[in-house]
């Protein structure tokens, strides 16, 4: 979302971009997730957070939605790794243990549709930790991400391979998990079913 300004034709407003996303991971697309994950303060907050103060700021007097939305219920709604953003933003914590033993486990079986990822995430764990303050060991929740403002998650397909049950237990708000058990990108024993079931929300 951006601003409108003379350069777009004129149009004085916000406006949306839409870009397809390819379905297999390109390297900008996995150079994307790695940066994404590599935030050194709070994580997503730096993708989400100023766009939660812009809607603040113009849903009042004489802002671009005055009059049109309720800046004081937030839902954060994502596919796949917006998903996990979602997930983020309710207070979802990367736990690099379950990480680890979901590669493990997945080992080089070129069917398994974390595969890819595990290949580029690993070898940058440490480093991921050392970034936040935490020991390279992977036995430490990385910082949580969670904001306030956010007062209901709709993850469609969320990508929740980063996530264990204690990740999960960290999310009250309710929940709408979507998901479907014939998807091979990201499926639902390590999507939609843990976030549905270890999610503490009272309302799922």
């Given at each position: ?68 939305i309720d800046s004081e219920l937030v839902a954060v709604v994502g ?126």
């Open positions: 979302m951006q601003n409108g300004d003379p350069g777009n034709g004129g149009r004085d407003g916000c406006f949306f971009k839409l870009r397809m996303r390819p379905r297999k991971p390109t390297l900008g697309s996995i150079q994307t997730l790695l940066g994404f994950l590599f935030r050194r303060d709070g994580f997503g907050n730096l993708e989400y957070g100023p766009l939660f103060d812009f809607v603040d700021e113009q849903a009042g007097t004489e802002g671009y939605f005055e009059g049109m596919h796949s790794y917006g998903g996990y953003t979602s997930l983020a933003a309710a207070g979802a914590q990367i736990d690099p243990a379950q990480v680890k033993s979901y590669c493990e486990l997945a080992g080089s079986d070129k069917g398994e549709p974390g595969v890819w990822l595990c290949n580029k995430l690993l070898p940058h764990l440490a480093d991921m930790a050392n970034t936040v303050g935490l020991e390279p060991d992977g036995q430490e929740l990385f910082p949580s991400a969670a904001d306030p403002r956010v007062d209901a998650i709709i993850p469609m397909a969320g990508n929740a391979l980063f996530f264990s049950q204690q990740s999960f237990s960290e999310i009250t708000v309710p929940v709408m998990a979507i998901g479907g058990t014939a998807d091979q990108d990201s499926p639902y024993l390590w999507s939609t079913h843990p976030t549905y079931k270890y999610t503490s929300s009272a309302h799922k």
